[in-house]
């Protein structure tokens, strides 16, 4: 059993990312619908990401959509522990922003909004 999952530890990449998710506003949380956030060591095939959102945007969903599995967004913990090098407070920084970035998917957000709202 690694550190990570060990009962009664916390885990820091974890814990980034409950409260990356306690930043948002309690409406945007409330609007979240059937998608789950997971930890994974690595993305799939050797592919460069940090994390991945994979489902049906909310803006994409119409009176048809039920009785689905939930979107799913990975967190790639490798990466992201990678990119941060060993400093505590830019991981942190790393799993927010990656959070964030991949929950705007699920609202309908393209990536290239994204890369024009980066800007600002």
Same mark, same amino acid.
């Given at each position: 059993?690694?550190?990570?999952?060990?009962?009664?530890?916390?885990?820091?990449?974890?814990?980034?990312?409950?409260?990356?998710?306690?930043?948002?506003?309690?409406?945007?949380?409330?609007?979240?619908?059937?998608?789950?956030?997971?930890?994974?060591?690595?993305?799939? #095939?050797?592919? +460069? /990401?940090?994390?991945?959102? !994979?489902?049906?945007? &909310?803006?994409?969903?119409?009176?048809?959509? *039920?009785?689905?599995?939930?979107?799913?967004?990975?967190?790639?913990?490798?990466?992201?522990?990678?990119?941060?090098?060993? #400093?505590?407070? +830019? /991981?942190?920084?790393?799993? !927010?922003?990656?959070? &964030?970035?991949?929950?705007?998917?699920?609202? *309908?957000?393209?990536?290239?909004?994204?890369?024009?709202?980066?800007?600002?």
């Amino acid at each position: 059993m690694d550190a990570h999952s060990e009962p009664g530890r916390i885990d820091p990449f974890e814990d980034a990312i409950d409260q990356a998710l306690s930043s948002l506003p309690a409406n945007l949380r409330a609007a979240m619908s059937n998608v789950e956030i997971v930890v994974e060591d690595e993305p799939p #095939d050797g592919q +460069r /990401l940090l994390g991945l959102y !994979r489902g049906i945007p &909310l803006p994409r969903r119409n009176s048809a959509y *039920g009785g689905v599995l939930p979107d799913k967004i990975s967190i790639f913990r490798g990466p992201i522990t990678r990119l941060a090098g060993g #400093d505590a407070d +830019r /991981l942190r920084a790393e799993i !927010r922003y990656v959070v &964030l970035h991949e929950i705007a998917h699920h609202f *309908g957000i393209t990536d290239e909004r994204l890369i024009e709202l980066d800007r600002y």
